[in-house]
C-alpha cells in the first residue's frame, strides 16, 4: 500500500498548492502511481493541472457518495500524474461535514477503494484547521508543513503542530511529519537569512535540506495549467522541486 501525504499549514499562500503540485508532479515523471486529491474549494490544484474548477464529479460528490473516488479520478496535464479534482460543491463541505458521525474518518474510507493504485497519494489542504483539513490528516500517513521564509513565518506553526498532536492521540496514530519546508525563500535578504536560521535552530532535522526559492516560473506555472517542472524543467523553482522529490521519497 502507498503512502498518503497531507501537504498542510493554516495559513494561505504559503505554497502548499505549489508543493503538491510539483512534488506530484516529479514523483509520478519518476514512474510512480501517483494521485493528487483537491482538497481545498478553491481548486488552485485541480486547475493548476489543466482541469476545469467546476469539474464533476470531484472530491464533493466522493465525499457525499454520489460518486466513487475511482469514477472521479482525472488525468491532468501531466500524463502519468492523477487528478482528483475539488469539485464544485466542496466549499459546503466544510459546513456539511461537521453533521456527519464520524466524518473525520470519511475522506479516509472514500479513498480506500483506489489507495492500492497508488504509490503515492497527495492531499493538497485548504488554507484552515477545518473538517477538510482534520479529514485530510486523518486519512494522511505523513504531512509536509510549507513554511514561507517571511516574518510572521513561525506564527501559526504551534498551532498546527497542536492540531497534529491531537488528530495522532485521537484518531490516527500513525501520522507523523515528513517535514518541514521551507518555501519563496529570497537568500540574499537578511530577513530570509533569518528566519531560515530561525526556523532550523527551532525544528533542527524536521526541516528538508532544500529550500524553494522565489521564482517567477512557478508563479505563471498555473496559468498554463503545468507544474513549474513541466512549464520551465530548467528553471531554478523546477530544479528545487526535483531535489525536494527525491528528499521526501528518501524519507518515506
Ligand atoms: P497555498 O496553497 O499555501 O495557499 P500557493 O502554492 O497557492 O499557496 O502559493 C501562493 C501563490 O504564490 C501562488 O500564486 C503561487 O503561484 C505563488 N508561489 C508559490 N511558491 C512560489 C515560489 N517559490 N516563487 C514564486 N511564487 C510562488
Ligand atoms: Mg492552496
Known sequence: MGTVYAIANQKGGVGKTTTAVNVGACIAEAGYATLLVDVDPQANATVGLGIPRDQRPGLYEVLSGEASSAEAIRQGSVPTLQVLPAGEGLA??????????????????????????FEYVLLDCPPSLGPLTVSALVAADRVIVPVQTEYFALEGLAGLLDT??????????????????????????????????????????????????????IGEAPSHGLPVTHHDPNSAGAEAYFELAKEVAARD
Request: charged share 30%; no cysteine; aromatic share 4%.
Open 92 to 117: 459546503g463541505a466544510n459546513l456539511e461535514l461537521p453533521r456527519i458521525e464520524g466524518f473525520e474518518r470519511l475522506l479516509r474510507e472514500r479513498l480506500a477503494p483506489v489507495r492500492d493504485r
Open 164 to 217: 497534529l498532536a491531537l488528530v495522532q492521540r485521537e484518531l490516527n496514530p500513525r501520522l507523523t511529519v515528513s517535514g518541514m519546508l521551507l518555501t519563496m525563500h529570497d537568500g540574499r535578504t537578511r530577513l530570509g537569512q533569518d528566519v531560515e536560521r530561525e526556523v532550523r535552530a527551532h525544528f533542527s532535522d524536521l526541516v528538508f535540506a532544500t529550500v524553494i526559492p522565489r521564482n517567477v516560473r
